[in-house]
DNA sequence: CCGATTTTGTTCTCACGTTCACAAGCTCCT
DNA sequence: AGGAGCTTGTGAACGTGAGAACAAAATCGG
């Protein structure tokens, strides 16, 4: 998963590829900001405008659109229509992707009705399910087919990109049958820690660890001084069948 | 924003309240790690043990348990059952928090039925909506209920937490009026930076943004020779009009 | 044509996060 | 009781990322 090439210490010679993982995160935000400003009819932006736009600072966003080049004017700022397309082609949203949905309970459903799927850049081409009940199904103006046949779906449609939104149960043997059939990249909604052979990418969103980090803050927020402090022994008050905190999203 | 405590060089002084972001994110992992442990009826695990199951290494693991304090017991490894408990209460979850979830589309609706929120930590008290039509409507046990109410119900039930799955549109002005209400942390899957003010919490959820991440990184995997070179002068071809890559989540 | 003004691209420094490596400390066996 | 064998907790080295600050380059007005 590193994608670090080696290079010693030095200028970092720019158009060697290899942009920072943090740069990469943000750089579709960047192009959110960019359409958003084209879209009111904006046709100029300095790192200024675009940075507040996209909610960072400007020294940042400077350095970040470095890495892809010179596509700015000095005195002047950004062609928006022009940068946009610069980094559309960075991130590779010039091209279609063909996407896979597995598992179509709520989740699923939710993200095969999502607009934003079907814009540029990616196309879902399967909503898959193994459940004989759900097989058949309409969703929006595709139908839930059998998961039993992702190897011919993959080939067929050259799909890299899957998307897990079933339970954490059959979350990891999904994922084995998508790397087996070809796919290359993972978004995993399922609760659980997913392994895949180097070469494999794969992110994870995980709605219940997102509550979470917001709850230790707001803890601090509120009860700053009315911690109840470590209890000597592990008294366990009624905690102990705490059920899975963070259970899974999908069906 | 920053939780910095100003702190001059020296020994970080334990217990000097002050858990690295980084470390803060990887707790909930943590948590359900030490969950299924116990659920499989483990008593005792090894920061290796431990490691595996959440998918990092163990010397950061390690680390990371140190700044909570010193749980484990050298040569024997980590009680599951007190070590899930320390953190748990680290976090925050061992009380309960009030949830208001605003915007009840496709996305509200996958997440009000999903059981991972209802677990203990977290408590839904309202399904909201400024839509005529959606109010009245039962999702799950609940009720969908007028946002204009948002002020009396934060007050009534005392919540701190708002989840925000409207589209992209609305989603400051809500932010800005849950603000108002008393709520401190706010959950947003709308496509859009919201700003808020000094002592309010945010994270973002984002899909699109997920998927083009995965995108460019399997362009690289794919293409490594294959990339259109930087065209002289914006050609646009056919990109000019490319629809707001990443929209909306919510209804 | 030149200087003032604006804004980019880049360098430098500092803070944060990760990993290594090992001393400290616990248990168990003899 | 004492030593062998593990495993934790942490100091130190290293790498990555963020932000300040500034030189380079473009436009514009006179």
Redesign the pocket.
């Known amino acids: 998963m590193t994608r670090?090439s080696s290079r010693r210490p030095g200028?970092p010679t720019?158009t060697e590829r290899g942009i920072?993982?943090?740069?990469v995160a943000r750089l579709p935000v960047y192009l959110r900001a960019l359409t958003a400003l084209s879209d009111s009819g904006i046709a100029t932006a300095?790192?200024?405008d675009l940075a507040t736009a996209a909610g960072?600072?400007?020294?940042?966003l400077?350095?970040d659109?470095?890495y892809l080049g010179?596509?700015?004017?000095?005195?002047?700022?950004?062609d928006v229509e022009y940068l946009r397309y610069q980094i559309a082609r960075e991130i590779g949203v010039t091209q279609d992707w063909a996407v896979v949905i597995v598992g179509i309970g709520n989740l699923g459903h939710a993200l095969a009705n999502y607009s934003g799927f079907g814009t540029r850049g990616f196309r879902i081409v399967a909503l898959l399910d193994a459940d004989p009940n759900l097989i058949g199904e309409r969703v929006g103006d595709m139908e839930v087919r059998d998961f039993a046949q992702i190897e011919d779906i993959v080939k067929a449609d050259r799909v890299s990109i899957g998307v897990i939104t079933t339970p954490a149960g059959p979350a990891q043997e999904v994922c084995d049958r998508l790397v087996a059939a070809g796919v290359t990249s993972i978004l995993n909604f399922a609760p659980v820690v997913l392994s895949v052979p180097a070469g494999v990418d794969i992110r994870k969103v995980d709605l219940s660890i997102e509550l979470q980090i917001l709850a230790y803050h707001e803890q601090r927020k509120s009860g700053e001084a009315a911690l109840p402090e470590v209890p000597e022994l592990p008294a366990m008050n009624g905690l102990t069948d705490l059920p899975s905190v963070g259970g899974g999203v999908g069906a």
């Open positions: 670090a200028p720019r920072p993982e943090a740069t300095s790192s200024e960072v600072n400007s020294a940042k400077r350095k659109l470095s010179s596509y700015g004017t000095r005195g002047v700022g950004y």
